[in-house]
């Protein structure tokens, strides 16, 4: 059939199926038939309301005429009047059609009348509405015999087609809401206002029945029963699109188990199913909660059937809220999902198999816990989500199983890592007892810490006592390291100031998140000032650690920043007691040469990172992970190294081929133990760390010509460094300068005096590479 637009449509034949459409589209979704009326002129509005009666008139009649078969051949009501034969009832019936439908016209035409006020579209609608429906309802009822029986039938008839106006006049205008109450207060009133011409009683009894009538046909609940084929005894996604709520707007009362049949609906055609999924939530209030609880299932099946884990907060960030039943529930599942993905993240960034294999643990544990407290949640999270975790659970367990596999194949577990600072959580680490000692005393005295100048060498493992202060100083104190490497720290003084304001602020939310960067110093100033109140009501203390300080003075040579910015600091130090300054670097102040430092911070305790003692390279290379959170509650299967494992001596020797210096003691233990997984072999030998050294030499190219050739900056230093690749001692070098540069830097140590190299490694590498 073509379909004819509602302004085409006429007194024609060929106009009626199309009419009989939009009646249709009237009745099931009002609001799409009133627009669809559009601007129209007034002739043309009512010819499409006399043709829309004209194609329904028949219609109308055959509804009556069975009704009234039904109502007074099956049921046997009694008649007004009791005709002597089959023609006089056949005349008697027609007459009471006739007036019924020629009534029920009469009031719909009166009834879009009163309305017009509201729109010609909504007195159009809601013309044809009421007189279809009292047409009906009339020609079934009018010529029952008095009594509670006739009031009954008759306020039936009429809350039945009140009911169905009631609904679509909320459909029109103000929503199912109203149509609810509507249809049933509408009924019951108009029934018992009907029923009172047959008597007080029969008027209650008719009125009553009449209002059920009405209730039931306003929230279309007559539609229940044909709904529970649809999903018992068995669940029927493909019979969806006949299903009442597809096609009608108006179902006021939500279908028991439709988001299963919405979810079956999905398993034969996703995309059609969200998009209803979709439609519901949008615009169909009654419905909506079965909509969103088939949604969240979808959610919580995409997730399911994810194997990346770390996609998992990506997909249910689908999840619908709320503040009622399980949607209150679904931001505390998103939080947990998050901190999977968090695990699985951590997992994925290890490539070591000692590493891996506690954190995949812990991913499966983590994961069990997640599905055992999800068995409190309502549903459906609680099953759909225990579904995804058992799934879940399979990927995590077989990450584990192959994390183990690898372990148990590899001789010795490679914890020793020679590069940026050190992860304490996963990396070898020792605790320096002096400096964190030294630190902790400084930043909590009780007057205020007067600022700290962390100073060591490069590649002495300032970078890494700050990175891992959280955990080892006070809980009190929040820990804040900004390197000054960082583009985002030293472009220009905005970009500093704008990154210092948004680092502390976020270590101090008491005293706001967020807000605009500061626009000079004095703003700076007014945060900081600010954030040490918040502190000090809290209770705590900030540590600001400006990593790779000297790059400040750098700036300042370059006049990207400015002196003042120094006075502010210095200013900070002395007012903001609750705020601890730490400079780290591998400068003393009085190295630096574009600012007079020592005037500005005159005030800041140093406090040296001197090379590991013998005991904390032994506790290195014994204990590598005794501070690591990983193994906290599996002490028993933390990594160690038996002092044998390094062969006779071999801790002494390797302390003496780096002279303790951080760095190279981490790169000969890595070297170490690669060379003896290479050579298959359970302990290391003098022939294995030989050989390791040799590689770490190799390895460890970039790191010894910084720490020889590149600090050089004197003339001549270089070159008396140089002579050390020929001579195992030397004079100490004529110029006073140039051996005050060399002390400082800890490449060299008085011999019987005569100079020689004090680290080993950078005299075999001098001799093979320099």
Known sequence: MKLLPLAAIGLNPRSHLSALWWLGLLYRRPKVFVEALGDLPSPKE????????????????????????VLFGLLGAPMTTTPPNPLDALAFHAIQVAQGVTGGIAVGVFTGAFFGRAGIHVAIALGITVGLACGVGFGIALGIDGGIFGAMGLDIAVGIAVGIVAGIVAGIAVGIALGIAGGIAGGIAVGIAVGIAFGIAGGIAGGIAGGIAGGIASLRAFYHPFHLP?????????WYRFHPVAWDDLCSIPFWRLDRLLLAYAEVSRTAAEREIERLISGYPSQRMQALRARAALVARDAGSEHNLVRLDLIVS???????????????????????????ARLDTLDRPLLREPMARALRGEIENFYHRLAGFREPLASEFRKAAQKWLRIAGRQWEEARAVLDKEPTPQVFR????????????????????????QVMLSTGCPGVLLYGRRRMGKSTILRN??????????????SMQNPEAFQSIGDFLGLVAREVRAMVPECGKGGEPPADLAALFALLAECNRSLADAGARLLVALDEYENIDEKIGQRVFDKDLLATLRESIQSHRQLTWVFAGSHEIG????????SYLVSVRTIEVLPFTPEETHLLLTEPLKHSPMWRDDEARRPRFEPAFWGPGGIERIHAEAAGWPHLVQLIAERTVDVLNDSQARQVTPEILEEALDAAVVGGDVVLR???????????????????????VQEPSAE?????????????AEDGGQWRLRVPLMQRWLRARG
């Open 46 to 69: 009512a010819l499409i309301w006399a043709a829309l009666y004209l194609h329904a008139a028949p219609h109308i009649v055959i509804a009556a005429v069975v009704g009234r078969l």
């Open 230 to 238: 649809f999903v018992w005894p068995v669940v029927r996604g493909r």
């Open 318 to 344: 689908r999840l619908p809220e709320g503040t009622k039943g399980f949607l209150a529930e679904t931001p505390r599942v998103r939080e947990m999902v998050a901190e999977l993905c968090r695990q699985q």
């Open 418 to 441: 020679a590069g940026d600072p050190v992860d304490r959580s996963q990396e070898a680490f020792v605790l320096r007892g002096r400096v964190l000692g030294n630190l902790e005393r």
């Open 469 to 482: 202060l959280v955990g080892l100083i006070p809980p009190t104190v929040r820990v804040k390291v900004i």
């Open 591 to 598: 190295e630096l040469g574009h600012a007079p430092w020592p």
């Open 706 to 728: 910084q720490l020889m050739e590149r600090e050089c900056s004197l003339p001549g230093e270089w070159e008396y460094l140089r002579g050390f690749s020929r001579e195992d």
């Open 736 to 748: 006073e300068a140039v051996r005050r540069a060399l002390l400082r830097r800890l490449v060299v």
